[in-house]
Each structure stands twice: as C-alpha cells, then as structure tokens.
C-alpha cells in the first residue's frame, strides 16, 4: 500500500508471516511516504545480510537469534527490542525460526 487507507487490526502476527526455505519475505502491514512496517519470518540458519537503513526499531516475535547493529552483536528472542539510529549499519542471524516486527522511517536522512 503506498498510504495508510485506515485503521487495520492484525489479530495474530502468525496470519501474516512468511516463513520460506529460499530467503526472507517481508510482508508490508504499513507503507506510507514516511514510515514503513513489516512482519518478517527467518527459518533457523537464513540471515538478513548487514546493511544500511533509516532510523528503525525491531521487535522480536518468536525464535531466538542476533541482531548486529553497528558492529554490536545484541542476542534477541521473544519481546526483545533493538533500536537502530539513521544510516546505522544492522542485521540479522537466525538461530531457530525467528519472527520480528520492523518499523522505520521511509528515508535515510543523514549521510
């Protein structure tokens, strides 16, 4: 969607995630000209690969995992948080079969 239309209710995350033996897929709940969420599923050993990306916060659903945010390594599992600053280097490793929620500003802004 390229702008919020209304107001949505997601009852369970698990209707929405994607979870794919050939990589992740990112399944858009929220997409306007600012801001952006996703629900990601990884299965155990696939990896979001190190990257830059606008200021975001992820929270961890289901699994256990890493998430590196800048070269710093934070172990993440169910209710965990990582908060991400503009134009910061992250990615993620799954251990087990991982479930996070991504939100994030559209653009980088700086840099």
């Known amino acids: 969607m390229s702008t919020m239309q209304g107001a949505a209710l997601y009852a369970n995350w ?4 994607v979870f794919a033996s ?11 000209d600012t801001f952006r969420a996703v629900i990601v ?13 606008p200021a975001s916060a992820y929270h961890f659903l289901e699994g256990t ?15 965990a948080t990582v908060v991400a600053p503009d134009g910061a280097q992250r990615g993620v490793d799954a251990e ?7 939100t994030q500003a559209a653009k980088v802004t700086g840099g």
């Open 96 to 102: 087990t079969r991982l479930a996070f929620l991504g």
């Open 41 to 53: 599923g990884l299965e155990a050993g696939q990896r979001l690969p190190v990257h830059p990306a």
């Open 14 to 17: 698990r209707d929405v995630v």
């Open 22 to 32: 050939d990589g992740p897929r990112p399944q858009k709940v929220l997409e306007t």
């Open 65 to 79: 995992g890493w998430m590196t945010v800048d070269g710093e390594r934070f172990r993440v599992g169910p209710g």
